[in-house]
């Protein structure tokens, strides 16, 4: 049974810095891309960044770029996204999901809806604020 896990969010001040986690379950990491998605209140669901399952290589929102790093330890079986030098705007709830058959890249940095997703975590709350 495949299982998505979230934590790492948190109520952090303006500048701060927080690690978000994804842990996969009976799912092997080595054979899909993974993406981080959010939705902030009122929002539409929104691509962050992800871990291409064509090339590897790792993609960001021009939103977050440079602030927020994804990386996968293989070993641990979890997902990670660094998020540094926090925003209010970043304030919305976290997913890592993923696409069976296509890469979740796509629907970050490609223009394709985030609906494509195949299956998702229960998500893991961050909020930026002073």
């Known amino acids: 049974q495949v299982q998505f896990v979230e934590s790492g969010g948190g109520l952090v001040q303006p500048g701060a810095s927080l690690r978000l986690s994804c842990v996969v379950s009976g799912f092997n990491l080595d054979n899909f891309g993974m993406g981080w998605f959010r939705q902030a209140p009122g929002k539409e669901r929104e691509g962050v960044s992800c871990i291409s399952s064509k090339d590897g290589n790792t993609y960001y929102a021009d939103s977050v770029k440079g602030r927020f790093t994804v990386s996968r330890d293989r070993a641990t079986r979890t997902v990670y996204l660094q998020m540094n030098s926090l925003k209010p705007e970043d304030t919305a709830k976290y997913y890592c999901?993923?696409?069976?058959?296509?890469?979740?890249?796509?629907?970050?940095?490609?223009?394709?809806?985030?609906?494509?997703?195949?299956?998702w975590g229960k998500g893991t709350t961050v909020t930026v604020s002073s």
């Open positions: 999901a993923t696409d069976f058959e296509g890469d979740p890249c796509d629907a970050v940095v490609g223009g394709m809806t985030v609906n494509r997703m195949d299956y």
